[in-house]
């Protein structure tokens, strides 16, 4: 199969507050994983990705841990903030990397 | 360094008729991906096009054709529209081969495609 599962499909938080988002794969095959941000009526920006080879990355605010073994990843916003307020896609590679799987996206909204 | 470029922003048409979306890529970038968007939903992987072939389709019928040309730009083309191919078509570019290096993929900012 190839699909990639995405949890919870909206997510609201308080401003400081953190935020995490959950990704289930499953080729076991996958092992490059994107994370983007889509803010409404812009293009999907990518914000951070991590390969199989390391468990977890972190830049400033935001962390990507990878689990390959229960084939799950997850973005995680600390200190959130109202321009963290969009919609966040995860991805994988499936297929032999023949073709990318997107997630069903998580509409994150800071509340100030 | 110019983004991934995509034309026209808008496009109207009706019932039947044929759409012709174009993209640039990246300079650089030899891998072109074209995505649908619908109002509201995830991004559906349409083509994979790499060194003007196309590598890979998603589930879409064949009225959903496209190609690349030598200069790595490429072009959607969908015949016989229907209603419910009123979307945001997204382009994305990126270094050769794609996912298989771990490549990621750059978005332009889409073509939105409206059928009367």
């Known amino acids: 199969g190839e699909n990639v599962e995405q949890h919870p499909s909206t997510l609201s938080v308080q401003e400081g507050d953190s935020a995490v988002i959950k990704c289930t794969y499953s080729?076991?095959?996958?092992?490059?994983f994107p994370w983007y941000k889509q803010e409404l009526g812009k293009r999907p920006q990518l914000i951070i990705d991590?390969?199989?080879?390391?468990g977890e990355k972190k830049d400033q605010r935001i962390a990507v841990t990878l689990n390959k073994t229960a084939k799950h990843f997850s973005l995680h916003i600390t200190e959130t903030q109202p321009e963290d307020s969009a919609v966040y896609f995860c991805?994988?590679?499936?297929?032999?990397?023949?073709?990318?799987?997107f997630g069903t996206g998580t509409k994150l909204q800071v509340i100030p | 360094e110019a983004g991934v470029t995509q034309s026209p922003t808008h496009l109207i048409k009706t019932r039947g008729q044929q759409a012709t979306l174009r993209c640039s890529p990246i300079?650089?970038?030899?891998?072109v991906y074209w995505y649908q968007q619908a109002l509201g939903l995830g991004l559906q992987f349409l083509l994979w096009?790499?060194?003007?072939?196309?590598?890979n389709r998603g589930n879409f019928p064949p009225r959903f054709s496209g190609r690349q040309f030598p200069n790595y730009s490429s072009e959607l083309n969908v015949n016989a529209l229907e209603l419910e191919d009123s979307a945001l078509y997204l382009c994305?570019?990126?270094?050769?081969?794609?996912?298989?290096?771990?490549?990621?993929?750059?978005f332009g900012d889409g073509t939105r495609l409206s059928i009367l």
């Open positions: 994305a570019s990126s270094l050769a081969l794609g996912w298989t290096g771990g490549q990621p993929q750059h």
């Open positions: 080729d076991s095959a996958s092992n490059y």
């Open positions: 991590i390969r199989s080879n390391v």
């Open positions: 991805a994988a590679p499936s297929g032999g990397y023949q073709k990318v799987t």
């Open positions: 300079s650089g970038h030899t891998s």
């Open positions: 096009y790499d060194e003007g072939e196309e590598r």
